[in-house]
């Protein structure tokens, strides 16, 4: 069995659709989810107790694009190495833990809307690392580009700008330099397998997958506005 905190998440749905061993834990009230109050970690204990779990996948995580910096840090630092800490005192045995980062943390510059967003995987990547010589698991960072290809659209930064040049909208972009890489859904699929598979190979280290680019960002603005 596997463990997803944060089921919600549009790539854990995907994963979760194509496997019926997956227990779904999630702050929402959906099908097939265990609604949980994150203020109160004790159905963890009961589901480590009472499953055998091979992985447990931390989807939590959200970029509110500058707007709330008390948000951006409680959802992508707080609250994930809470929940962490929890398990590892909770669980008799050896934890794998896949957690999620961003290619934003590859980035020099950044645009304000990002950076909050950005500090906080940083941090909390940091924090697993030093917490990985000290506490019984093992984790493997895998560092997220743009994620595409998913049957319902969602708000992404890909629809964002096609949907401002089919308005012919300005794009204001603050580091056209800056690069942008792209992954299929189910690609990523096949990495998750792939680092599954190969857990000793990959153990207690941070990944970078290959993608599509990466595109310096004007030259990606070009290749979409000849597709639409």
């Given at each position: 069995?596997?463990?997803?905190?944060?089921?919600?998440?549009?790539?854990?749905?995907?994963?979760?659709?194509?496997?019926?061993?997956?227990?779904?834990?999630?702050?929402?009230?959906?099908?097939?989810?265990?609604?949980?109050?994150?203020?109160?970690?004790?159905?963890?204990?009961?589901?480590?107790?009472?499953?055998?779990?091979?992985?447990?996948?931390?989807?939590?995580?959200?970029?509110?694009?500058?707007?709330?910096?008390?948000?951006?840090?409680?959802?992508?630092?707080?609250?994930?190495?809470?929940?962490?800490?929890?398990?590892?005192?909770?669980?008799?045995?050896?934890?794998?833990v896949?957690?999620?980062?961003?290619?934003?943390?590859n980035?020099?510059?950044?645009?304000?809307?990002?950076?909050?967003?950005?500090?906080?995987?940083?941090?909390?990547r940091?924090?697993?690392?030093?917490?990985?010589?000290?506490?019984?698991?093992?984790?493997?960072?895998?560092?997220?580009?743009?994620?595409?290809?998913?049957k319902?659209?969602?708000?992404?930064?890909?629809?964002?700008?096609?949907?401002?040049?089919?308005?012919?909208?300005?794009?204001?972009?603050?580091?056209?330099?800056?690069?942008?890489?792209?992954?299929?859904?189910?690609?990523?699929?096949r990495?998750?397998?792939?680092?599954?598979?190969?857990?000793?190979?990959?153990?207690?280290?941070?990944?970078?997958?290959?993608?599509?680019?990466?595109?310096?960002?004007?030259?990606?603005?070009?290749?979409?506005?000849?597709?639409?």
């Amino acid at each position: 069995m596997e463990i997803h905190i944060g089921a919600n998440s549009k790539i854990s749905q995907f994963i979760a659709s194509k496997s019926n061993k997956i227990i779904k834990i999630s702050s929402k009230k959906k099908k097939n989810f265990i609604k949980v109050n994150y203020k109160k970690l004790l159905i963890f204990q009961k589901i480590l107790n009472e499953n055998k779990i091979k992985f447990i996948y931390f989807f939590i995580g959200e970029n509110f694009k500058g707007k709330s910096e008390k948000k951006s840090l409680y959802v992508n630092y707080v609250l994930p190495l809470k929940i962490l800490n929890y398990l590892l005192n909770s669980s008799k045995s050896k934890i794998k833990v896949i957690f999620f980062g961003t290619f934003l943390e590859n980035e020099i510059k950044t645009s304000d809307n990002n950076l909050d967003y950005k500090k906080n995987k940083i941090a909390l990547r940091q924090k697993i690392i030093n917490l990985n010589k000290k506490k019984n698991f093992e984790f493997i960072w895998l560092k997220l580009p743009i994620i595409y290809g998913y049957k319902k659209m969602k708000p992404s930064f890909v629809n964002f700008i096609i949907k401002n040049l089919k308005s012919n909208k300005i794009i204001k972009i603050d580091y056209k330099f800056n690069t942008v890489s792209l992954l299929h859904i189910n690609d990523l699929n096949r990495v998750l397998k792939k680092i599954k598979l190969n857990w000793k190979s990959y153990r207690n280290k941070i990944v970078s997958p290959n993608t599509e680019g990466p595109f310096y960002i004007f030259e990606f603005l070009e290749e979409i506005k000849k597709k639409y």
